[in-house]
Nanobody
Framework: QVQLVESGGGLVQAGGSLRLSCAAS????????MDWYRQAPGKQRELVAS???????DYADSVKGRFTISRDNARNTVYLQMNSLKPEDTAVYYC????????WGQGTQVTVSS
């Protein structure tokens, strides 16, 4: 059974940085596409960043140049490095992966104060 567990969220001032982690079990992160989504209060969940099994990365326009998705195959973990954070980045961030079935983590709260 695939499980995704996020960590690393918290409260940070605007301009600061956080690194989110998504530890996977029941699968290997290097063999499947992995994504980070976020959902702000009253808004739809949106795709933030993705990395394919081949290592190709893609980002939402709103985070390009500020966020970086990466993975550590030895730790079976995917990361989201978030720099130059803005108050509008405040949301619950979810790790996600889909091959036939959708798998979601429980989410981690990121709050950016102005």
């Amino acid at each position: 059974q695939v499980q995704l567990v996020e960590s690393g969220g918290g409260l940070v001032q605007a301009g600061g940085s956080l690194r989110l982690s998504c530890a996977a079990s029941g699968t290997t992160v290097s063999s499947r596409p992995m994504d980070w989504y976020r959902q702000a209060p009253g808004k739809q969940r949106e795709l933030v960043a993705s990395i394919t099994s081949g290592g190709s990365r893609d980002y939402a326009d709103s985070v390009k140049g500020r966020f970086t998705i990466s993975r550590d195959n030895a730790r079976n973990t995917v990361y989201l490095q978030m720099n130059s954070l803005k108050p509008e980045d405040t949301a619950v961030y979810y790790c996600h992966s889909k091959i036939l079935l959708d798998y979601w983590g429980q989410g981690t709260q990121v709050t950016v104060s102005s």
